[in-house]
C-alpha cells in the first residue's frame, strides 16, 4: 500500500470512479472494501490518516453489547453477536476470545446477571465463544487476584472478542489495496460537484502537498462519522443536525491493577454506565464514560468529571485505588448518535446505524459501532449500487479474509497483530539485525515496525507512527514523547526528508501527546 501510487492514480485517472467514499474510518474503510471486493471502481478519501477519530479510541471490545439486552434492543445485540463471530473468522490475527466476569456484592446479582447472559449466549448460537457460567467467590480471586474481595459474593463469567482497533482500520486499508481498490489519507474533500441536480463527483486537497484534484464518481458515500454534517451541508447548507455527539473516555493503567487475564465489566454504575477494566497491551484500559459534547473534534479532551468518575468506580473494583499519578495515558473519543435523543442520556441513544439517500444522490452511512462495520457497509453500497445504477454484485465480505490474515498465531509474539506480514518484518531485521531493537524499554514495539510502517502502511507523520500503527501513544503517553526524536530519524530516513521535517515532526506529535498525559 503506497500513497504515491494511489495519488498517481487519482492524477491520470479522467474517468469515472464507480464509487468514492469520504472517510476513512471503521465504516468507510469498510464501505470502499466491500464496494472494491465487488469489483466497482473504488476511491477511498481521508482528511487525516485512518483511524485518526472515534475509530481508533474504542474500549477495544468486539461485542454484542451486554448493555444493549439490558436496554432490550434484541435486534442490534443478534446484528452485532453474528459479525463479532464473522469478524473472528475473517481476522484472527487481530481479533481474540476475552473472558469477562461481572463481579458479585449483592445476593441478586448473580442470578439476574447470570440469567442475563444466558440469553446473550442463546442469541449468539454457533457463533458463540464459549458459555457463561457462575463462579464462585474463590474461582472470581482466582481469576482476577486483584479484584476487591469485601463482600464479593462471586461471579458471572462470559465471553466476547477484543481487538486492537487502529490495527485493524490498518488491515481494512490494506485490503482495499488488494481487492484493486485506492484508499487514500490526508486527502481531504472541500466540495461536492454536480451534473444537473445529481452529484457527479468531489473536489479534493491534498493536505500535505496543496495539490488540488476535480473526481467524477458515479455515486458518493459520506462515510464520515462525527463530520457526517459536514458532508450533509455541502450537499444541503440548511440541512438539519443529524448528529449527536458523545464523549467516551478511557484511562490506561499498569498491568498490576488488574492481574490475570479476565476482565472485569459492572454493567450498571450508580449513574446507569457500563465500567469495563480490560487487560489489554499488558496494560489496563478502564472507561468509559457517555457525555453530550456540543462539536465535533480530531482530539477531544478527557473533562475532568470523567476522569474523577472512572478512577471513583475503579477503586471500588480493585484491591489497589488507581489515583491520577497511576495514569500512563487518558483519551477520549466521540461517538456519532443519530437523532437528538428527545431529551434522552446520549447512554440512551440507540446504536444501530441510519442509512440515508439525499435527493442529490449522496449516499450517508452513520452510527453504529466497529462490531458492525461490514453490515452497516453491505447495507450502504447496497445502496449506492442502486443510485448509480452499476451490476448487482453480491458481497463478498461474510467470508472475505482480511489482509494479514493467519490463524492460530502465538498470542505471545509480540509482531502477533501484524499476522502473515510478520515475516517480512523480520526479514528487515535479517537485513539489518539493529532493526530488531525495541524502542523504549516501556513499549513492546521494535525499529523494524517503523521502518513497515512507512513502506507498506502509508504512515506520513510521526502520530500516524506512535498513535496508530503502532499504540505507543496509548500505551504510555511519556514513553511515546521519549521515543518522538529516534522514531522520527528513522522515518525520515525512510522518507527522505531533512532536519527542518524532523523537528516540526517531533513538536506537533509532542503538543498532541501532551493532552494524553494527566496534568
Not at 368 to 381: C, L
Request: proline fraction near 4%.
Amino acid at each position: 500500500m503506497n500513497r504515491k501510487n494511489s495519488i498517481d492514480t487519482i492524477d491520470i485517472y479522467n474517468g469515472y470512479w464507480d464509487i468514492v467514499v469520504i472517510g476513512g474510518g471503521a465504516t468507510g474503510l469498510g464501505c470502499a472494501l466491500d464496494a472494491a471486493s465487488r469489483g466497482y471502481k473504488t476511491l477511498l478519501v481521508e482528511q487525516h490518516d485512518f483511524a485518526k477519530g472515534t475509530s481508533s479510541r474504542s474500549t477495544k471490545l468486539v461485542h454484542g453489547g451486554v448493555r444493549y439486552l439490558q436496554q432490550g434492543n434484541i435486534s442490534l445485540v443478534l446484528e452485532a453477536l453474528h459479525e463479532r463471530g464473522l469478524l473472528m473468522r475473517n481476522a484472527p490475527h487481530l481479533v481474540r476470545n476475552q473472558a469477562f466476569i461481572v463481579p458479585n456484592y449483592e445476593w441478586w446479582d448473580g442470578p439476574f446477571y447470570g440469567a442475563g447472559l444466558k440469553v446473550y449466549d442463546l442469541l449468539a448460537g454457533r457463533l458463540g465463544l464459549g458459555a457463561s457460567k457462575w463462579l464462585s467467590k474463590e474461582e472470581t480471586l482466582e481469576r482476577i487476584p486483584t479484584l476487591e474481595p469485601d463482600r464479593l459474593r462471586g461471579g458471572v463469567i462470559y465471553y466476547d472478542g477484543q481487538f486492537d482497533d487502529a490495527r485493524l482500520a490498518v488491515n481494512l486499508a490494506q485490503s482495499i489495496d488488494d481487492a484493486g481498490g485506492v484508499p487514500v489519507n490526508y486527502m481531504q474533500v472541500t466540495g461536492l460537484t454536480y451534473s444537473g441536480q445529481m452529484i457527479d463527483g468531489v473536489k479534493l486537497t491534498d493536505t500535505l502537498s496543496g495539490a488540488q484534484y476535480n473526481v467524477r464518481a458515479r455515486v458518493v458515500v459520506n462515510a464520515t462519522g462525527i463530520f457526517t454534517d459536514d458532508i450533509l451541508r455541502m450537499d444541503q447548507p440548511a440541512a438539519a443536525p443529524l448528529i449527536t455527539y458523545s464523549q467516551g473516555v478511557h484511562l490506561v493503567l499498569d498491568k498490576r491493577f488488574l492481574k490475570g487475564n479476565t476482565a472485569i465489566m459492572v454493567p450498571q454504575t450508580e449513574d446507569g454506565r457500563v465500567l469495563f477494566a480490560v487487560p489489554w497491551h499488558d496494560r489496563v484500559l478502564v472507561g468509559t464514560t457517555d457525555t453530550p459534547v456540543d462539536r465535533a473534534s480530531l482530539e477531544p479532551a478527557p473533562l475532568e468529571e470523567e476522569i474523577a468518575f472512572i478512577l471513583k468506580h475503579a477503586a471500588q473494583y480493585m484491591v489497589e485505588d488507581p489515583t491520577r499519578a497511576d495514569i500512563l495515558c487518558m483519551f477520549a473519543g466521540l461517538r456519532p448518535l443519530v437523532g437528538a435523543g428527545e431529551g434522552k442520556k446520549t447512554a440512551a441513544i440507540s446504536r444501530d446505524h441510519h442509512l440515508q439517500v439525499s435527493q442529490s444522490g449522496l449516499v450517508t452511512i452513520t452510527g453504529g459501532k466497529w462490531t458492525t462495520y461490514r453490515k452497516m457497509a453491505e447495507d450502504a453500497v447496497d445502496q449506492a449500487a442502486l443510485i448509480a445504477g452499476l451490476p448487482e454484485n453480491q458481497c463478498p465480505t461474510r467470508k472475505l479474509r482480511i489482509h494479514g490474515w493467519l490463524k492460530n498465531m502465538d498470542p505471545q509474539d509480540p509482531l502477533c497483530a501484524y499476522g502473515s506480514d510478520a515475516v517480512s518484518i523480520r526479514r528487515i531485521i535479517d537485513k539489518d539485525p539493529g532493526m530488531g531493537a525495541k524502542l523504549h524499554d516501556k513499549l513492546p514495539y521494535i525499529k523494524a515496525e517503523i521502518i513497515w510502517a512507512v513502506r507498506n502502511e502509508m504512515a506520513l507523520t510521526l502520530e500516524d507512527v506512535l498513535a496508530r500503527r503502532t499504540r505507543s501513544l496509548i500505551l504510555d503517553a511519556a514513553a511515546g514523547m521519549a521515543v518522538a526524536a529516534d522514531t522520527a530519524r528513522l522515518m525520515a530516513r525512510e522518507l527522505g526528508r531533512d532536519s527542518k521535517w524532523l523537528q516540526m515532526q517531533v513538536e506537533e506529535f509532542k503538543q498532541v501527546a501532551r493532552g494524553y498525559l494527566p496534568h
